[in-house]
């Protein structure tokens, strides 16, 4: 029987998605459970957390499970990931055997790999994560790659929730469809990462919603295989995608706006050359008058967030922020997740 890994919501129908966020929602409601009784997960971070690492962690722990906490080259090996290649720079051991060793282990594995933001036409084969889900024999999970599909779920899961509220004759599948939704660039003055704009772009399209993807120039349009899944399931889910490089007009009646900074791919891996035009829209923050032209529109982010950078206090402190019941989504989301694979 084949492996079934969690590496981006697109390799997952709706009806999966559905279940995993009922199974949250159920979560949520009472965090105890015996789903991973028994069982471990290797949680390996290539790059900085404090969210996914609490809340993976603690999600294990909730569940009856144990999680081991690895950060390759700081306190384990340096891994090396290109094949046929001489290993007599820095890696000591091959992902081949890394991958392999954990599966004997341990029931699932989870990675968090960022971009090298060299060259995206390197970056965007996303091979760290996908070299784990070859040689590994049980199931992987993405904690954030150039995708975020946890962050997805743990946003979605917070949307439905908000507007299920105010709407209790819809079902939660279906309560967010039609609803206008800004996914909106910010300023920030390093590059980004585009996972959780592209993760954004997948999973508002998913839902049914219509979708705006606001950003500074065209030059900071999103890649294109996202653009694509964006576009396939608007086809297959309704609603609507368009671009928008006008604040004004992409705010107005909108009902969510979901803020991210990120780095132009033409300009991936020459930030100097970028820096100006990043420079040139620091107007994009999040602020009260834009949040003023939407319908009484909701607000989040993934955070970290830089206050009054990409939004302003008074944004991030106001009611219709649910950035915090999105972070807090993240545990109910990953245990859902681990729990599904873990019975699989």
Known sequence: MAIRHFLSTQDWSRADL???????????????????????????????????????????????????????????????????????????????EVARVLSRYVDLIGVRAFPK???????????VIHAFAKYSTVPVINMETITHPMQELAHILALQQHFGTTDPGSSPGQVLRGK????????????????????????????????????????YVLDQRYMDFAKRNVAENGGSLTV???????????????????????YFGRWADEKPIRDAHKHFIVDEAKMALTDGGVFSHCLPL?????????VMDSPSCIAIDEAENRLHVQKAVMAALASS
């Open 18 to 96: 559905d279940a995993l966020l009922a199974q949250a929602a159920a979560f949520k409601r009472s965090k105890a459970g015996t789903q991973l009784a028994g069982k471990s997960i290797a949680l390996l971070f290539f790059n900085p957390s404090m969210r996914t690492r609490t809340s993976f962690e603690l999600g294990a722990f909730q569940l009856g499970g144990h999680a081991v906490v690895l950060q390759p080259g700081k306190d384990a090996w340096p891994i090396e990931f290109d094949v046929g290649g001489v290993m007599d720079a820095e890696a000591e051991e091959h992902v081949a």
């Open 117 to 127: 933001f060299q060259d995206w036409t390197v970056d965007r084969e996303d091979r």
């Open 180 to 219: 206008k939704y800004v996914l909106t660039w910010t300023y920030h003055p390093k590059p980004l990462n585009t996972a959780v704009a592209n993760s954004a772009l997948q999973i508002a399209t998913r839902y049914g919603m219509d979708v705006t993807l606001l950003c500074p120039t065209p030059d």
């Open 244 to 266: 928008s490089h006008d604040p004004q007009s992409a705010y107005r009646d909108a009902h969510v706006v979901y803020a991210k900074s990120w780095g132009a791919l033409p």
């Open 306 to 314: 830089r206050r009054n950078v990409k939004a302003t206090d008074a």
